[in-house]
């Protein structure tokens, strides 16, 4: 039997497309092999979004050229790729299509397209594991921030049908799943053409606060977390979904830059004060909610005295868990124009403040769970320990426990280090 290994770069985005890409080999009968040294075919599903990935495929390529020279390994290039990046990288793989052709795929493993419809919505994903779920409801971006290739790769944004998108979370609620995981560029801008699928008694006007409370309704859905959200299109309503009951007491909102002329040069479409209410009018409604989100240092012309006003509002705010990139340029884009004049050097001294102070922030946040009880997902289980998030986002580890995966259980703090909790 001929085995497959996919290789994913980037967001979850690509790793949900991954899932649907595992679903055709596995319909054609392909077996999983956990490495691609192990594998008759790795697939790359590639992020053009940052120049590391790139790299990181090139280096993958260099790695095998042995096994590629000489035909032991067929490979495959899908995902996000800049043109000009799969004009240079589409010579090295022996098949390239477009993810959302997964029809494709199927005709060049098979030589016949029997199963996969064009749509590739309509593929059930092969998830990693039963009880979470990475659902897609829209894809593509309209935002065009300076600095972001994703409007280029993805293209614009468009939505899934509600009906095709609550038939995947029931089907996967049927098989035992428990955490729903709504995934897009810019879900909170979620516009469905099939607005009338919505049920009558659904109190919400906005799309995406209707579909949050359809999802509620789920039976068996015990999570509901959602990621891209833009803070432009997190509304009213968005806000008040927030608190039906199985929402995740975490929201992941993209900040980017605590400095208005930097969010102006960014084109984030919002203030630093536009963010800040968005998280005030969230504290009223979940007090206790986590706050985690993305930052760029090193964007071009970005002066001291605006990254120190990062550094201000992450204090101001005491998010809960920062990603933090130091700006790179990505060809195409708005701000690859712009010299990009911070030196790698003081990035770098710009990264390394901030994820300190991160780290303060994050290690005083996790010490107030200290004696308070947290509901965990188990999603790892080892002979001495198992492990697994808690609603709002933090990593719990329990020892001694007969926790199995896919078990949900409450469980009091006893110690709270930066980025664990432990029981
Ligand atoms: S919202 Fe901005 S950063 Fe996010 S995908 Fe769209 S263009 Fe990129």
Redesign the pocket.
């Known amino acids: 039997m001929q085995t497959y290994h996919i290789i994913t770069f980037g967001c979850q985005m690509n790793r949900s497309d991954s899932e649907r890409a595992a679903a055709v080999f596995e319909r054609l009968g392909y077996r999983l092999a956990d490495s691609a040294e192990r594998a008759d075919i790795v697939a790359v599903n590639a992020c053009s ?1 940052r120049q590391t990935a790139i790299n990181r495929i090139w280096g993958f390529l260099k790695k095998f050229e042995n096994e590629r020279n000489e035909k032991k390994m067929t490979t495959i290039l899908t995902g996000c790729v800049l043109p000009e990046d799969r004009k240079r990288l589409s010579k090295n793989f022996d098949f390239v299509f477009n993810i959302k052709n997964l029809n494709e795929l199927e005709m060049f493993l098979s030589g016949r397209n029997l199963y996969i419809s064009k749509n590739y919505f309509d593929i059930l994903p092969k998830y990693d594991n039963y009880f979470q779920s990475n659902v897609p409801i829209m894809s593509g ?5 300076s ?5 280029y790769v ?1 293209g614009g944004e468009s939505s899934r049908k509600i009906k095709e998108i609550l038939a995947e979370i029931n089907e996967s609620a049927k098989n035992g799943c428990k955490e729903i995981t709504l995934l897009g ?2 879900v909170n801008s979620f516009s469905p053409e099939d607005a009338e699928s919505f049920s009558e008694q659904n109190p919400f006007n906005h799309a995406f606060a209707k579909l949050l409370w359809e999802v509620n309704q789920t039976v068996g859905i015990e999570r509901i977390l959602f990621v ?1 959200a ?1 803070p432009k299109d997190m509304n009213d309503e968005v806000i008040a979904a927030m608190a039906l009951p199985k929402m995740a007491n975490y929201l992941h909102l ?1 900040l ?1 830059s605590g400095d208005n002329e930097i969010l102006n040069a960014m084109n ?1 479409k919002y203030t630093v004060e536009d963010y800040e209410n968005i998280i005030l009018k969230l504290g009223k409604i979940k007090p206790n909610i986590a706050i985690g989100t993305d930052i760029i240092v090193g964007f071009p012309g970005e002066t001291r005295e605006q990254f120190e006003n990062t550094l201000k509002f992450y204090e101001k705010i005491k998010f809960d868990i920062a990603f933090l990139a130091m700006y790179s340029p990505r060809r195409g884009t708005v701000a690859a124009k712009l010299k990009d004049d911070v030196s790698r050097d003081e990035k770098k001294r710009r990264w390394h403040e901030l994820q300190d102070l991160m780290e303060k922030i994050t290690l005083k946040k996790n010490q107030k769970y200290l004696g308070t009880e947290v509901s965990v997902l188990i999603d790892k289980a080892e002979k001495d320990f198992a492990e697994g998030n808690s609603r709002e986002m933090k990593r719990v580890r329990i020892y001694n426990s007969n926790c199995k995966k896919g078990d949900i259980v409450n469980v009091k703090i006893k110690e709270a280090l930066t980025w664990i909790l432990i029981v």
């Open positions: 979004v971006c309209d935002n065009y921030c600095y972001c290739a994703v409007p993805r560029q810019n891209a833009h993209a980017q984030r």
